[in-house]
């Protein structure tokens, strides 16, 4: 089965300030990885998707998120944090050869955003 | 507008109940899951269906049940053998490499 680590279960950054949430995988396949977000009782929006050869990735509100396979590693990155931006961040992994769509998750890391 | 619907929204249940949550989507997709979420857990599988009147379990199912009689339903059960089911619930659904999910529905053992 699939493993995702996520470092750190609390960030916290000033207002404008870098977002970095650091997540990896365990499997020696590169699988589709994605990135969610969660604002308080609710369900889970897409971020952004590594399924491809572009290595960069570029999601909605600013953030993007680099797959390195050297480092089994999708980090989650943001130039400069907003308000907004707090919530809680999954990362998730799919397997590349699986027509099941099932999803392993990362136990998330809750984004705090001082003004 | 497409999407997943899951109700309640809220759901509070006595020790020794079962209680059903509803999970609809009007996505056309044939992939449907049921993941439980807890403090620091991140989101863990119960069960999953790839095609009516078929079901899986996932990592976690013992104590739960499901159904798949219609594409667009995917109810779960939460039978009285889960010793603690007090947790937030998410459905999705999917298609390709994309998934969808619904708004939630947390239940409360009191």
């Known amino acids: 089965a699939q493993s995702v680590t996520q470092l750190g279960s609390h960030v916290s950054v000033s207002e404008g300030a870098l977002v970095l949430l650091r997540c990896n995988y365990s499997s020696s396949v590169p699988p589709y990885l994605f990135w969610y977000v969660q604002y308080p009782n609710q369900g889970l929006q897409l971020l952004l998707k590594y399924t491809s050869a572009a290595t960069l990735v570029k999601g909605i509100n600013g953030f993007e998120a680099e797959f390195k396979k050297s480092e089994t590693s999708f980090h989650l990155t943001k130039p400069s944090a907003h308000m907004s931006d707090a919530a809680e961040y999954f990362c998730a992994v799919k397997d590349r050869g699986s027509t099941l769509g099932r999803l392993y998750f990362g136990r998330g890391t809750q984004l705090t955003v001082w003004p | 507008d497409g999407g997943i619907t899951q109700s309640p929204k809220y759901l509070f249940r006595k020790e020794g109940q079962n209680v059903t949550l509803s999970c609809e989507q009007n996505?056309?997709?044939?992939?449907m899951y049921w993941y439980r979420q807890d403090p620091g857990q991140g989101l863990r599988l119960i069960y999953y269906?790839?095609?009516?009147?078929?079901?899986q379990k996932g990592d976690i199912a013992e104590g739960y049940s499901v159904s798949r009689e219609k594409k667009e339903s995917f109810p779960l059960t939460v039978t009285s053998a889960q010793k603690n089911p007090t947790a937030f619930y998410l459905c999705?659904?999917?298609?390709?490499?994309?998934?969808?999910f619904g708004q939630g529905t947390r239940l409360t053992v009191v």
């Open positions: 269906s790839q095609i009516v009147n078929d079901f």
């Open positions: 996505l056309n997709h044939d992939a």
């Open positions: 999705a659904s999917s298609v390709d490499t994309e998934a969808f």
